[in-house]
């Protein structure tokens, strides 16, 4: 299986900030990476996929980028409706896995 | 636009099976891949297998012992079934379509937990 590793596991923002956070393939995965957002007691929710490509609806704020073992998703200014947890995932070969998330708290 | 509802039994006895369905609105069981994805509680992800209305299949080698999946066009609707189930199966069930085949996931049911407990 290939492994997924997300850091940090959580960081603190305040509204306005950039933060990035990191996604670490154990195999290169070429740009077989998606991200989700996933806020308290929902489902998780569709943001990027292909690495960079945003989902139809996603705010322009919110930036995929890399290929290949790392990867990258950028907010450049945090709202408070995106205080959640991001989830990475590889879709290069099955079974698809998860990274085990990056919260985003104040 | 497509929407997925969970629906099977909150509660389920350690050794017995759990039985869960995903019944799809707005939209064909026909046009989509289908996977179950399950979070247990405070945890992370876990991708469970997917199946095409075709009947093909993709399981999680780590569940694929005790996992089947199916789909009922008649009742647009895609099934999972999960035998032998002990405390670890304790999670929300998620259902997911994929369109594309290429394994991202959108949309989302709402998810169901599911307690095994005696």
């Known amino acids: 299986d290939i492994q997924m590793t997300q850091s940090p596991s959580s960081l603190s923002a305040s509204v306005g900030d950039r933060v990035t956070m990191i996604c670490r393939a154990s195999q290169s995965i070429r740009t077989y990476l998606n991200w989700y957002q996933q806020i308290s007691g929902k489902a998780p929710k569709l943001l990027i996929y292909?690495?960079?490509t945003l989902q139809s609806g996603v705010p322009s704020r919110f930036t995929g980028s890399g290929s290949g073992t790392d990867f990258a998703l950028t907010i450049s200014s945090l709202q408070p409706e995106d205080f959640a947890i991001y989830y990475c995932?590889?879709?290069?070969?099955?079974?698809?896995?998860f990274g085990q998330g990056t919260k985003v708290e104040i | 636009q497509v929407q997925l509802q969970e629906s099977g039994p909150g509660l389920v006895k350690p050794s017995e099976t759990l039985s869960l369905t995903c019944t799809v609105s707005?939209?064909?069981?026909?046009?989509?891949?289908w996977s179950w994805i399950r979070q247990a509680a405070g945890k992370g992800l876990e991708w469970i297998g997917r199946i095409h209305s075709g009947g093909s299949t993709n399981y999680n080698p780590s569940l694929k012992s005790r996992v089947t999946m199916s789909v009922d066009t008649s009742n647009n609707q895609f099934s999972v079934k999960l035998t032998s189930v002990t405390a670890a199966d304790t999670a929300m069930y998620y259902c997911?379509?994929?369109?594309?085949?290429?394994?991202?996931?959108?949309?989302w049911g709402q998810g169901t937990p599911v307690t095994v407990s005696s």
């Open positions: 707005g939209g064909s069981v026909n046009t989509y891949y």
């Open positions: 292909g690495a960079s």
């Open positions: 995932q590889q879709s290069y070969s099955t079974p698809w896995t």
């Open positions: 997911a379509g994929d369109r594309t085949n290429d394994g991202w996931f959108e949309p």
